[in-house]
């Protein structure tokens, strides 16, 4: 028997945010055990944390269908549990896309990933179909996703895509993004069908990507994000030296139990 989490990151309070699973294991995780607790939940993410060693585990994720090399909000959620079992940080991760650590500051945790420089890329085939929009442009970055800049905002909220004929585009998800007005510089959506992921409510990772994105273009070292989803949620963005991205939120214990599988 294992106990688990349920957590919701970039939130402020239960229900809101992105809700991930975290499952800590001691020993060596069996890939087919994991994929399969992993489906079960049925969450965008269910992270498996294993200690290697004072203060540093090994991390990895699965979505519903498959293992993925980077999240952001599975990784919030794990250091939250972690800090709740009296870790106090920093915690170290080792990863497939490389050591990450969390820290807290105050009422956030943050954590310190590589950023994925946007590389300007060619708007594929049928994409704005899928979107039901013209995106202004498409940017490539390491975490796989394609990011595309609409008109604004309200273009960005009022999205309702073709999922079948987005999982067909050739990008583990596509990155929706505009300008925003008010107490946040950019709002974003992010859909990935193509990995068991329809819309994913907050999403660390693709801000990896989103970070220096509108760091170029806002002048900013420090942003705040929202992402528009059903759920919503906020991130604060902190660029730094040496290609880092520092990525803040809240997070929110939901409910705890025991995995008899």
Not at 31 to 42: C, K, M
Not at 45 to 50: D, I, K, S, V
Request: glycine share 10%; aromatic share 8%; with cysteine.
């Amino acid at each position: 028997m294992r106990e688990y989490w349920i957590v919701d990151a970039f939130a402020a309070e239960a229900f809101s945010g992105n809700p991930a699973a975290v499952v800590p294991v001691e020993d060596g995780l069996d890939d087919r055990w994991a994929q399969d607790v992993a489906a079960e939940f049925n969450l965008s993410e269910t992270a498996f944390p294993r200690p290697v060693g004072e203060g540093e585990w090994e991390l990895r994720w699965f979505t519903p269908t498959t293992e993925v090399d980077l999240c952001g909000h599975a990784t919030l959620a794990t250091a939250h549990v972690l800090g709740l079992q009296g870790h106090a940080g920093p915690m170290r991760f080792q990863t497939r896309s490389g050591p990450l650590v969390v820290e807290r500051e105050g009422e956030h945790l943050w954590m310190d990933f590589p950023a994925a420089e946007p590389q300007p890329a060619e708007v594929p085939a049928g994409l704005a179909e899928a979107l039901g929009t013209e995106p202004r442009g498409a940017w490539s970055g390491s975490t796989g996703d394609l990011l595309v800049e609409l008109d604004d905002a309200s273009a960005v909220l009022g999205l309702a895509p073709d999922l079948a004929a987005l999982a067909r585009i050739p990008a583990r998800g596509i990155i929706a993004t505009a300008a925003a007005r008010g107490s946040h510089d950019f709002v974003s959506r992010f859909f990935a069908p193509a990995v068991g992921v329809a819309e994913d409510p907050v999403t660390g990772s693709t801000h990896t990507m989103l970070a220096p994105f509108w760091s170029a273009r806002t002048g900013k070292d420090e942003l705040v994000a929202f992402q528009a989803s059903r759920r919503g949620g906020e991130l604060r963005l902190r660029m730094r030296p040496g290609g880092r991205v520092l990525i803040g939120g809240s997070t929110v214990t939901v409910m705890t139990g025991t995995l008899h599988a």
